[in-house]
């Protein structure tokens, strides 16, 4: 191919949205590094030298954490999985990572005694061992899979390898990571659903603000050219805030993300006021809380399925915990004090700047106490405001 240019871009996403923040221009090593005329032409600087997309990483990566960006995690592809550099530099940080790894990345089990591939150690895994969860919205609604973790190198250096297997077809895909913390399955498998923003991002700065409309030759204006539209798309990306989706027995509905994490913040303390409460609804809460305050883009879930299933005794107390919700909703009318809802955690590094008017939380809280009902129809898979 004579005529393609190729990026490498870092994303940013949250509880608020996503947008583009950075980008790097890969230039390759023999056709245009290694070429004087070339690089004349195009007006490469001297200094700049070949460099690998993982490479590139690192230096936006690096550059965005010393700037203060509060990010607690890093994901991406496989190009970038594969970079032990990459991944060394992230935990000496204390950053936590999710990228995606091929099959063939070799990993080490049984207290890291055991050196195999990614696929074997899944081969492995029994049935029991898999779970059911929504990596986080879609076009066609929940990215639901399978999914299990295996954990690496015993238990002191916290790296799992985390499995994702197709529902219907069966097949997996594999992610390395790494948690500055104990950390559940729930949060990884939302880290790993995040990489899709990316993509989101791309497809919104095309669209809206034509990040792919130039015909730039030259190595400073493709760099002027990106920055200005990855700035135009962070004023669309914060305008349409990001979206989740909850989901129970085959219906759901959407809400936007600061929705779905204030009412699972209160369904958690809802749940942790329950006097001498059964062990699933501590679990719950538990979940309910971390989905809450973990502060992803566009990943929340409540788990329902997996908490209730379809006994109807932990369905009537869930029910009465909605109730318990709203009605703290309604005493709080028409607003929530914007310190009040900060102390909830659920904002992450991003703090609310103004109260928090109670009518679409409690959409949110009425939608899903119908849904619990089973009043939605099946298949509903619409807004709740």
Request: glycine residues 8%.
């Amino acid at each position: 191919m004579e005529n393609s240019q190729i990026g490498v871009f870092l994303a940013y996403a949250s509880g608020r949205g996503r947008a583009l923040i950075d980008r790097r221009l890969y230039l390759p090593k023999d056709s245009w590094c290694a070429d004087e005329s070339c690089r004349a032409a195009v007006g490469i600087p001297e200094q700049t030298v070949f460099a690998t997309k993982p490479h590139f990483a690192r230096d936006m990566i690096a550059a965005a954490l010393d700037a203060g960006t509060p990010a607690r995690w890093v994901t991406g592809d496989e190009v970038y999985g594969q970079d032990p550099s990459l991944r060394a530099e992230l935990k000496a940080r204390g950053t936590g990572y999710v990228p995606a790894v091929s099959c063939a990345t070799r990993v080490r089990i049984n207290g890291g005694r055991t050196p195999v591939r990614a696929d074997t150690a899944a081969s492995c895994l029994p049935e029991n061992a898999w779970q059911t969860r929504s990596a986080g919205p879609g076009a066609k609604g929940p990215r639901t899979y399978r999914w299990a973790w295996i954990v690496l190198d015993g238990n002191v250096t916290r790296r799992q390898l985390l499995v994702r297997r197709n529902t219907a077809t069966g097949e997996r895909a594999y992610d390395l990571c790494f948690t500055p913390e104990p950390t559940p399955l729930s949060t990884l498998v939302r880290v790993a659903g995040v990489r899709w923003s990316i993509e989101e991002c791309f497809q919104a700065a095309k669209g809206q603000v034509g990040l792919d409309h130039y015909q730039v030759r030259h190595f400073t204006s493709w760099h002027r050219h990106i920055l200005k539209r990855c700035g135009w798309s962070t004023t669309w990306s914060t305008r349409s805030m990001a979206t989740s989706n909850m989901y129970y027995r085959g219906s759901g509905f959407w809400v936007r993300d600061f929705q779905a994490e204030i009412w699972l913040y209160l369904l958690a303390q809802e749940a942790r006021a329950v006097a001498d409460g059964p062990a699933w609804l501590a679990c719950a809460g538990d979940d309910w809380e971390i989905q809450a305050t973990t502060g992803f883009v566009g990943c929340v879930s409540s788990c329902l399925d997996e908490h209730l299933g379809t006994d109807p005794d932990r369905l009537a107390l869930a029910l009465q915990l909605s109730e318990r919700a709203l009605q703290r909703l309604l005493a709080w009318a028409p607003a929530i004090p914007k310190d009040l809802v900060n102390s909830f955690g659920t904002a992450g590094d991003e703090p609310f700047f103004r109260d928090q008017p109670t009518d679409p939380l409690l959409a949110c809280g009425r939608a899903f106490t119908s849904l619990l009902r089973g009043e939605l129809p099946p298949g509903h898979d619409s807004w709740a405001c």
